[in-house]
């Protein structure tokens, strides 16, 4: 594509140099740029893209896109008053605007995104449909699995993904939109179908600064979803709500777009009742006008019930009727790292799960306590570079619904992590002897285990799937499930 037509978009903008050269990839990296790359400077927040232009240039961009002319480069310079906010447009453009032509469904909420993106893929896949998934866990295009460093992707590399999903005939890309890529336009220029909120908690409080924040980031999917009626197929889009969620009545007055709501407490178009959680499974009576069923699945907590309320209320918008979502979430036995369980052989149970903020903790330990017979056990830690206000929260939860909390690191990256365990240890300073406090994550799985007896339930939260750990800038290898393995086969 010509640079001309490439930028053409751009409402405001200065060329220096000639804008008729062909781009053969669009990117903010000047690691990734070879010949024929437009070179994008974005403002981050380790450093300045715009330092690295001269780098770009050398390594044969075609042309720059930068806030300020830079000197001495003989690439054509495209000059924007914001890289960021030309970004999305440039990509959309460069890609062919792929959103529009799937329909793409995107989930947001403090708690949930993930599993209700897998809950989501399981009915549609049933169904027939060929779905795409990008999240936590990794992007699905095809067969084809690529891991993730991010929930959602920078704005560039989102939109490659929905390009080669469109290249492999996908109808449905499943999307994690977390708040983050909200506020930094990540998922600017995608064109969602359906929008759905699970829940609001604290969490990112550091990268936001308060819950109103927070809650308005979460608010952008929905304020643009249904705002632009050109043509038909922009009026048929769907925000599936919380009821039991009262950020969701904000985020009904945002949007223009079909509302449908599903909840346990409140009334709700799809509602759960009679909930029964156990061990083994959650099961529960779903009414709706599209019908009733009673459900019962694998998965376990009152959570996620509120996952599958949520999954199911838009694939029925869908066409996809409950008896058939009924035998696809049934059929799901578990998903990574959530309330995962570690089997070795022994007679106490070991959970794994991905619980990392104050609500998804208490939830986790609050399904823990309505099954568990004996002891409950809690590792816990908080990540490092993050919301330092959870730290306290977190820890206050382990011990109040454990028989013995062991704190311990979750990711410490750059910060010292007996610091962080300081934090955490400061929301339970008068609960001495209910807690124990081992730096050393592996050490503190295997205390743990060496703890337990017949009948005990050892909950290790934070992780979940994660397979590394970051201390300070090294990520090395590390997995909750390997290390609780190791260690009740060298308890035993
Ligand atoms: C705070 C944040 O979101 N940071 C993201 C941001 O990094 P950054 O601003 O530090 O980038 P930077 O290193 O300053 O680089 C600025 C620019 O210079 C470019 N650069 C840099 C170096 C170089 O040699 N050449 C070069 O061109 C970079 O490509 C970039 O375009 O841009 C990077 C590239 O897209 C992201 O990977 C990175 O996510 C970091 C890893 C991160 O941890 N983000 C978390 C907070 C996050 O986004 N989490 C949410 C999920 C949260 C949830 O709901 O639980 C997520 O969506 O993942
Ligand atoms: N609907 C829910 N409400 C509250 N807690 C939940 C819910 N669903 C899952 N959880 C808890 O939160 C943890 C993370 O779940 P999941 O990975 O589905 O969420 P996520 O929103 O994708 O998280 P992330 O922001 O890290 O991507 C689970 O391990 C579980 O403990
Ligand atoms: N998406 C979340 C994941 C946190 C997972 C936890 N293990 C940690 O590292 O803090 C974040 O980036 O804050
Ligand atoms: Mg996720």
Redesign the pocket.
């Known amino acids: 594509m010509r640079l001309r037509e490439l930028i053409s978009p751009i409402l405001f903008k200065n060329v220096i140099g000639q804008d008729d050269v062909e781009i053969i990839n669009v990117t903010a990296d000047s690691r990734q740029v070879g010949p024929g790359s437009l070179f994008l400077a974005l403002r981050g927040y380790t450093v300045d893209g715009h330092e690295y232009v001269e780098q770009a240039a050398r390594a044969g961009a075609a042309a720059v896109v930068v806030e300020d002319a830079i000197e001495g480069i003989s690439a054509p310079q495209v000059i924007v008053p914001d890289t960021r906010a030309v970004a999305a447009v440039l990509a959309s453009v460069f890609y062919g605007h792929p959103s529009k032509e799937m329909k793409v469904i995107g989930v947001t909420?403090?708690?949930?995104?993930?599993?209700?993106t897998l809950l989501i893929d399981q009915i549609l896949r049933d169904a027939g449909k060929r779905t795409g998934l990008i999240?936590?866990i990794m992007a699905r295009i095809g067969d084809e699995e690529i891991p993730m460093a991010n929930?959602t992707p920078d704005v560039l590399d989102l939109q490659q993904l929905f390009y080669r999903m469109r290249e492999v005939g996908t109808e449905y890309p499943i999307t994690?939109v977390?708040s983050h890529a909200l506020d930094l336009k990540r998922s600017a220029g995608t064109d969602y179908h359906i929008a759905i909120f699970?829940?609001l908690t604290q969490d990112h409080l550091d990268f936001h600064g308060s819950m109103e924040a927070y809650r308005q980031a979460k608010g952008k999917l929905f304020a643009r979803l249904g705002n632009t009626y050109r043509d038909e197929a922009h009026s048929n889009k769907l925000a599936v709500l919380n009821a039991d969620d009262p950020a969701s009545e904000c985020f009904r007055d945002l949007t223009t777009a079909q509302v449908i709501t599903y909840g346990i407490d409140q009334p709700a178009d799809v509602r759960a009742l009679d909930v029964v959680v156990e061990a083994a499974g959650v099961s529960f009576n779903v009414e709706s006008r599209f019908g009733r069923e009673r459900f019962a699945l694998q998965l376990t907590g009152k959570?996620?019930v509120?996952?599958a309320l949520a999954a199911m209320s838009a694939c029925l918008a869908e066409g996809i009727s409950l008896a058939e979502i009924k035998r696809s979430l049934e059929s799901i036995s578990g998903?990574n790292?959530?309330?995962e369980t570690v089997q070795a052989g022994q007679d106490f149970t070991v959970i794994v799960?991905?619980?990392?903020?104050p609500?998804?903790l208490e939830?986790?330990m609050k399904t823990v306590r309505e099954f568990a017979k004996r002891k409950v056990f809690c590792v816990v830690g908080c990540g490092g570079d993050r919301d330092r206000t959870k730290r306290p929260l977190m820890a206050q939860i382990a011990v109040s619904y454990s028989d013995l909390a062991i704190l311990t690191s979750d990711n410490p990256r750059t910060e010292d992590p007996d610091l962080i365990l300081d934090d955490m240890e400061a929301g339970v300073s008068d609960a001495a002897g209910r807690y124990v406090r081992i730096t050393d994550r592996a050490e503190a799985i295997r205390f743990a285990v060496a703890q337990a007896e017949a009948g005990d339930v050892i909950m290790i939260a934070g992780k979940?799937h994660e397979t590394y750990q970051i201390i300070g800038k090294t990520k090395s290898h590390f997995d909750d499930r390997e290390i609780a393995q190791l260690a009740i086969r060298g308890a035993k």
């Not at 909420?109 to 209700?116: C, V």
């Open positions: 909420g403090t708690n949930g995104k993930t599993t209700t999240g936590t929930t994690e977390s699970t829940n959570f996620n509120y996952n998903v790292g959530r309330f799960d991905y619980s990392h903020t609500d998804s939830n986790a979940g």
